[in-house]
């Protein structure tokens, strides 16, 4: 089953605003991250939080983490439009060797 | 550049004809992996690696095999393919584990007639 379930499935914005996207998850984990996938290529490793940090920021990337909720947010501040992407959340659950991915939140940031 | 390399990256082929999808990374990580995407699954992993001649089941390893004969390179063997495996296939590497940082290649959209 699904691990991390992401939250809205798309989201449609002007540029310049901001875009949050949460994801769920229901087992323990190690670290949860974010990638980003262009249309149809390899997913980008955004972010990773570890089980023990509850914020993290990358540039104009925040994540949270609420392990007592299993969930986590990744809000993109300031869009633009080169930010048009499917969004996956992915956890690394205690005990496994692979990630579990959701199955994405697509955003479409207009100019 | 550091980078993963998958080929081909598009492959039409028949019901049962053998074919090997080629990944190769240039970081001299440890761990290397297989996912498949699937529209509504997300990506399901069909096998991993630790390291050179030591290879693992994932999630979804049924009708596929793997090698890991040196350490750059990780091909995914499909020896009778079906229908059912046509998807789209991504290899990622990592330094840290299987399930930390992954470094993914452009992928591979294989289609089974």
């Known amino acids: 089953s699904q691990q991390g379930e992401e939250d809205p499935q798309a989201l449609s914005i002007q540029e310049g605003e901001n875009a949050t996207m949460n994801c769920s998850y229901k087992?323990?984990?190690?670290?949860l991250q974010w990638y980003r996938q262009n249309s149809g290529r390899g997913l980008v490793h955004l972010i990773l939080?570890?089980?023990?940090?509850r914020e993290k920021h990358s540039g104009r990337l925040r994540v949270t983490l609420d392990t007592s909720k299993k969930s986590s947010s990744l809000l993109i501040t300031a869009s633009r439009a080169a930010d048009t992407a499917s969004y996956f959340c992915?956890?690394?659950?205690?005990?496994?060797?692979?990630?579990?991915f959701g199955s994405g939140t697509r955003l479409q940031v207009q100019p | 550049e550091a980078q993963v390399t998958q080929n081909p990256r598009y492959l039409i082929t028949v019901t049962g004809k053998k074919l090997t999808v080629t990944c190769s990374q240039n970081?001299?990580?440890?761990?290397m992996s297989w996912y498949r995407q699937d529209p509504g699954l997300g990506l399901r992993q069909i096998y991993y690696?630790?390291?050179?001649?030591?290879?693992d089941k994932g999630d979804v390893p049924e009708g596929y095999k793997v090698s890991r004969k040196e350490k750059r390179n990780f091909p995914l063997i499909l020896e009778s393919p079906s229908p059912n495996q046509t998807s789209l296939y991504f290899c990622?590497?990592?330094?840290?584990?299987?399930?930390?940082?992954?470094?993914f290649g452009s992928g591979t959209q294989l289609s089974v007639l």
């Open positions: 939080i570890r089980s023990n940090e």
């Open positions: 690696s630790m390291n050179v001649e030591v290879t």
């Open positions: 992915a956890t690394a659950d205690t005990g496994r060797r692979a990630l579990t």
């Open positions: 990622a590497s990592s330094s840290r584990d299987t399930n930390e940082k992954l470094f």
């Open positions: 087992t323990s984990i190690n670290n």
């Open positions: 970081m001299n990580h440890e761990y």
